[in-house]
């Protein structure tokens, strides 16, 4: 099956900064890479996703890569604010369309990275 | 549009007793999944609920159940509590449809403690 390895573990900041926080996955049948930001007593939140057939994703101050020969791929935070402190989870899930019964619905989740950003 | 919903979201249970959890998804939204997180082994995925048929099936026991209804609202069932069991339990809601939606919301979850 698909395991996701995340790093670090912890990252602390200066407000302003950036932040990296980087993924690699074993399944190279995973196509759909989410980021998801969960703040304490809440459920992880989507932030920004990519698929397979793209390299580069931005949201405003927010940015994916992925390499898919690498089996790689990162979120990058510019501009940090305190409020951006959080945890931050990466995930990987194949094609449901073609991977079948075992992919419906399923995440495979990186084990997370705390996020500080000092002000 | 009104989020995934679940409920309680705290509850306390003795080893031995059994446990029923809801989830209300995203208006709309066909598919639902749970996941257990605890802090030793982080987000792992239960089941997948989809048109009241159970699709697919995480690594736990056959303690862990769950059902869909017709209006999507879906229930998980954890019997015969261990110890173990105490975990943040979050539903997802995702919208299914060609080429298929992979996006997951998930709710609040809820906490369960088990003593």
């Known amino acids: 099956g698909e395991n996701v390895e995340q790093h670090p573990s912890t990252l602390s900041v200066q407000e302003g900064d950036s932040a990296v926080i980087k993924c690699t996955y074993s399944?190279?049948?995973?196509?759909?890479f989410p980021w998801y930001k969960q703040e304490l007593g809440k459920g992880p939140q989507l932030i920004i996703d990519?698929?397979?057939?793209?390299g580069e994703k931005k949201d405003q101050r927010i940015a994916v890569t992925l390499n898919k020969t690498a089996k790689h791929f990162s979120l990058h935070i510019t501009e940090t604010q305190p409020e951006d402190s959080a945890v931050y989870f990466c995930?990987?899930?194949?094609?449901?369309?073609?991977?079948?019964?075992?992919?419906?619905?399923?995440?495979?989740f990186g084990q997370g990275t705390i996020l500080t950003v000092h002000p | 549009k009104a989020g995934v919903t679940q409920t309680p979201r705290y509850l306390i249970k003795t080893r031995g007793q059994q446990v029923t959890l809801s989830c209300s998804p995203i208006?709309?939204?066909?598919?639902v999944s749970w996941y257990q997180q605890t802090p030793g082994q982080g987000l792992q995925f239960l089941f997948e609920?989809?048109?009241?048929?159970?699709?697919n099936k995480g690594n736990f026991p056959g303690r862990f159940s769950g059902r869909q209804f017709s209006n999507s609202r879906s229930e998980m069932n954890v019997s015969t509590l261990e110890l173990g069991d105490s975990a943040l339990y979050l539903c997802?809601?995702?919208?299914?449809?060609?080429?298929?939606?992979?996006?997951?919301?998930f709710g609040p979850g809820t906490r369960l403690t088990v003593t």
């Open positions: 995930a990987a899930s194949p094609n449901s369309a073609n991977a079948g019964g075992t992919s419906y619905g399923k995440l495979t």
């Open positions: 997802a809601s995702s919208l299914e449809g060609p080429p298929g939606s992979y996006e997951q919301y």
């Open positions: 399944d190279s049948a995973s196509n759909y």
């Open positions: 990519i698929r397979s057939n793209v």
């Open positions: 208006s709309g939204h066909r598919s």
């Open positions: 609920y989809f048109s009241e048929t159970q699709r």
